[in-house]
């Protein structure tokens, strides 16, 4: 049966919320996409509806995306919170600090408490289909990360089976491929091994619970950090930003399967006289409109509007 597209415009605001100061907040630290309230003993993380795409954040964003991010990583949050520490303490503005309530109704979705942590610098990506920048390099050289796949692979298989292939997380510029004896130089053997392990197996619990409901992820990046001496998932988990969404009943072999995140968005900006150095052109309406159609069907078929997978 095929899933119906929820509507955007009843779910969604006519306009991107793109900072706190339209609310009359002020940020601590801002982003690319989110914004950082430091409360002393916790933070408050908002996913404003800013989007980017190549290094760069677009003039004009996607009405709700942030809002859709903020549920969505609460979501796996709670159901990770089981299986290993995180940093997730609550999405609830009746939860919030006094001063910060009068701000609920515009913070709902969007925002989280939640415990500092000092982060491991490095992107944790796992791979479970050739795609992106790993099928380039797959099709350069045979390997991805210094993790060498069989010859014969085509773009969107599957693999054999998840690969773990770090990325440097650079604060400017472009993030570069890690081997996982490189993240060991730099991190040591112990640490490397852990980061690797969490990874597959959020990968794994998440990835099979998403597939239940029709949605195959196909790669994800994960942040990890040190919270009272324990490695913590952190930052935003297995979201349409973070991820590869792809409805299920559109993977086939040699087939490029419909894209539950901002594919759309990136497909635009290639398609049009950018150089990805200047500036980038303001997005249409439609490219707005049908990305925000993704995020919501993303959020619908996964979430089914639970607060937490049902393990």
Same mark, same amino acid.
């Given at each position: 049966?095929?899933?119906?597209?929820?509507?955007?415009?009843?779910?969604?605001?006519?306009?991107?919320?793109?900072?706190?100061?339209?609310?009359?907040?002020?940020? $601590?630290?801002?982003?690319?996409?989110?914004?950082?309230?430091?409360?002393?003993?916790?933070?408050?993380?908002?996913?404003?509806?800013?989007?980017?795409?190549?290094?760069?954040?677009?003039?004009?964003?996607?009405? $709700?995306? $942030?809002?859709?991010?903020?549920?969505?990583?609460?979501?796996?949050?709670?159901?990770?919170?089981?299986?290993?520490?995180?940093?997730?303490?609550?999405?609830?503005?009746?939860?919030?600090?006094?001063?910060?309530?009068?701000?609920?109704?515009?913070?709902?979705?969007?925002?989280? #408490?939640?415990? %500092?942590?000092?982060?491991? %610098?490095?992107?944790?990506?796992?791979?479970?289909?050739?795609?992106?920048?790993?099928?380039?390099?797959?099709? %350069?050289?045979?390997?991805?990360?210094?993790?060498? #796949?069989?010859?014969?692979?085509?773009?969107?298989?599957?693999?054999?089976?998840?690969?773990?292939?770090?990325?440097?997380?650079?604060? &400017?510029?472009?993030?570069?491929?890690?081997? =996982?004896?490189?993240?060991?130089?730099?991190?040591?053997?112990?640490?490397?091994?852990? !980061?690797?392990?969490?990874? =597959?197996?959020?990968?794994?619990?998440?990835?099979?619970?998403?597939?239940?409901?029709?949605?195959?992820?196909?790669?994800?990046?994960?942040?990890?950090?040190?919270?009272?001496?324990?490695?913590?998932?952190?930052?935003?988990? =297995?979201?349409?930003?973070?991820?590869?969404?792809?409805?299920?009943?559109?993977? $086939?072999?040699?087939?490029?399967?419909?894209?539950?995140? %901002?594919?759309? !968005?990136?497909?635009?900006?290639?398609?049009?006289?950018?150089?990805?150095?200047?500036?980038?052109?303001? #997005?249409?309406?439609?490219?707005?409109?049908?990305?925000?159609?993704?995020?919501?069907?993303? &959020?619908?078929?996964?979430?089914?509007?639970?607060?937490?997978?049902?393990?």
């Amino acid at each position: 049966m095929e899933k119906k597209m929820p509507s955007a415009q009843n779910t969604m605001g006519p306009a991107a919320f793109m900072s706190l100061e339209e609310i009359g907040m002020r940020p $601590g630290r801002r982003g690319k996409v989110r914004e950082i309230i430091d409360l002393d003993s916790c933070l408050l993380l908002v996913a404003t509806d800013r989007i980017s795409a190549f290094d760069h954040v677009m003039p004009n964003g996607i009405p $709700g995306r $942030g809002s859709v991010l903020g549920r969505i990583s609460a979501f796996w949050l709670r159901g990770f919170g089981s299986m290993m520490p995180t940093h997730f303490l609550s999405d609830d503005p009746n939860e919030f600090p006094e001063g910060l309530r009068e701000y609920g109704p515009m913070l709902a979705g969007r925002a989280m #408490l939640v415990r %500092k942590a000092e982060p491991i %610098k490095v992107e944790c990506i796992v791979r479970g289909y050739l795609a992106g920048s790993g099928c380039a390099a797959y099709l %350069k050289t045979g390997e991805i990360s210094g993790v060498k #796949l069989r010859d014969g692979l085509k773009q969107f298989d599957p693999l054999p089976e998840p690969i773990f292939t770090p990325t440097t997380k650079a604060d &400017e510029g472009h993030d570069e491929p890690m081997t =996982l004896a490189q993240l060991a130089d730099q991190f040591g053997t112990q640490l490397a091994e852990d !980061l690797q392990r969490l990874s =597959l197996e959020v990968y794994a619990k998440g990835a099979a619970y998403a597939r239940e409901r029709g949605i195959v992820i196909a790669d994800t990046k994960l942040e990890f950090g040190w919270i009272d001496g324990n490695i913590a998932l952190i930052d935003e988990v =297995l979201t349409p930003d973070s991820s590869r969404f792809w409805p299920a009943q559109s993977v $086939g072999r040699g087939k490029q399967p419909v894209s539950l995140d %901002k594919q759309v !968005l990136r497909d635009y900006l290639l398609s049009v006289d950018w150089d990805r150095e200047s500036p980038p052109p303001v #997005l249409p309406e439609e490219i707005i409109r049908k990305t925000r159609e993704r995020y919501l069907m993303a &959020e619908d078929m996964l979430t089914g509007g639970a607060a937490q997978p049902k393990w």
